[in-house]
């Protein structure tokens, strides 16, 4: 059994699946190898700002904010960023997306993605400014150093 049918047939449990994500995409809201998220089952249709985490064409799992989403043909297709990113990913089918961040353990301290309004604010405003990301990130990496 792989470790993405042992993640799935949790979830279809109705498990909460706390996993420790790898790599950058998601900085600067969590960071890869530190910080923690909780994964549930989904209930569609997720919204602009969730984070969700999905199985491209080529079968990587990925962990990435839903952007915005699409009816096409009476399916709902979502495209997706990730918070360090500038480029689309999508479209994207339900039917590749396996579950949802609800809690994002970070340093320490449990946010949850839906009630912390603070953080819904930040992550909103974050999407927005998608297209100066890039100036925002090297600020922020110079002030880190």
Not at 29 to 40: A, H
Not at 99 to 122: E, F, P, T, W
Request: with cysteine; aromatic share 10%; glycine share 6%.
């Amino acid at each position: 059994m792989t470790n993405l049918s042992i993640m799935l047939s949790m979830l279809e449990e109705n498990q909460t699946l706390k996993i420790t994500p790898i790599g950058s995409s998601m900085c600067p809201f969590f960071y890869g190898g530190r910080d923690n998220v909780y994964l549930q089952r989904p209930h569609f249709p997720l919204k602009r700002g969730d984070i969700a985490l999905f199985q491209r064409e080529d079968g990587t799992q990925v962990i990435h904010r839903i952007h915005h989403t699409k009816l096409s043909s009476g399916e709902r297709l979502y495209y997706m960023l990730g918070d360090n990113q500038t480029c689309l990913e999508g479209p994207i089918k339900e039917s590749q997306i396996f579950a949802k961040a609800v809690k994002i353990l970070r340093k320490g301290k449990l946010i949850d993605c839906q009630r912390n309004y603070l953080y819904r604010i930040a992550a909103a405003a974050w999407l927005i400014l998608r297209p100066v990301r890039p100036v925002f990130m090297h600020l922020w990496n110079s002030v880190r150093r």
